[in-house]
């Protein structure tokens, strides 16, 4: 089983369609989790942190859940511009600066 | 202030020849990764250095690759007889304590064995 599991996609929705990318991962000793986003021929950029509790950014919703080993993306009122792959990455217990373990990607074009 | 920088940002080499990849973190950033990704595919994990630590080199998919990183900055990911089955984007990324949020990655050096 590989560490960090994506949905495999690729998502093709209209402009303001809501989307969501699921994720799971192997080691019930992770701590930290992250969405990042990753544009064609470009390096990954974080898209922001994923908290026990869940946390919103704009309209973007992460979720985490440890019981299930499953991390979750929401897209609201998708734009244009959030074409792109999603990458889920978890960090495994340890060292805070650790390595990242990436899933494969999920792909999103968005059409008008 | 500066992100993290790769050189160079392509490279085109015959089968068979060495190549030198660098890259140049973020300043302050003690740790440092290396990645590559063929295309279309995912991150495909490398190397890993933190500190003064020994690196996790778990990642490096022959002994063709090496990886060195001097006095805590600059690292260079040497590959030995390329293969064709070498190319691919090789992504550099750091992080440090304060923002361990965020893996800062590089844009990359595309290489290309012919």
């Known amino acids: 089983r590989k560490e960090v599991e994506q949905d495999p996609g690729p998502f093709n929705v209209p402009e303001g369609a809501t989307v969501a990318f699921n994720c799971t991962y192997s080691?019930?000793?992770?701590?930290?989790f992250f969405w990042y986003r990753q544009d064609c021929r470009k390096e990954p950029k974080l898209l922001m942190s994923?908290?026990?509790s869940g946390n919103e950014d704009g309209r973007f919703t992460a979720q985490l859940n440890r019981a299930s080993q499953y991390i979750s993306l929401l897209i609201r009122d998708s734009k244009l511009s959030d074409s792109a792959t999603y990458l889920c990455?978890?960090?495994?217990?340890?060292?805070?600066?650790?390595?990242?373990?990436f899933g494969r990607g999920t792909q999103l074009t968005v059409w008008p | 202030g500066a992100g993290v920088s790769q050189s160079p940002s392509n490279k085109v080499t015959e089968k068979g020849k060495d190549v030198e990849l660098r890259c140049d973190p973020i300043s302050g950033h003690t740790a440092l990764y290396w990645y590559r990704q063929s295309l279309g595919q995912g991150l495909e994990f490398l190397i890993y250095?933190?500190?003064?630590?020994?690196?996790?080199k778990s990642g490096l998919p022959s002994d063709r690759f090496s990886a060195e990183r001097t006095g805590g900055s600059v690292s260079t990911l040497t590959i030995q007889r390329t293969q064709q089955e070498d190319s691919a984007v090789y992504l550099c990324?750091?992080?440090?304590?304060?923002?361990?949020?965020?893996?800062?990655f590089g844009p990359g050096t595309r290489l290309t064995v012919l």
């Open positions: 080691n019930s000793a992770s701590q930290s």
């Open positions: 994923v908290y026990s």
């Open positions: 990324a750091s992080r440090d304590r304060v923002s361990t949020d965020t893996q800062y």
């Open positions: 990455v978890v960090n495994w217990g340890g060292s805070t600066l650790g390595r990242l373990y």
């Open positions: 250095f933190q500190g003064n630590s020994a690196p996790d």
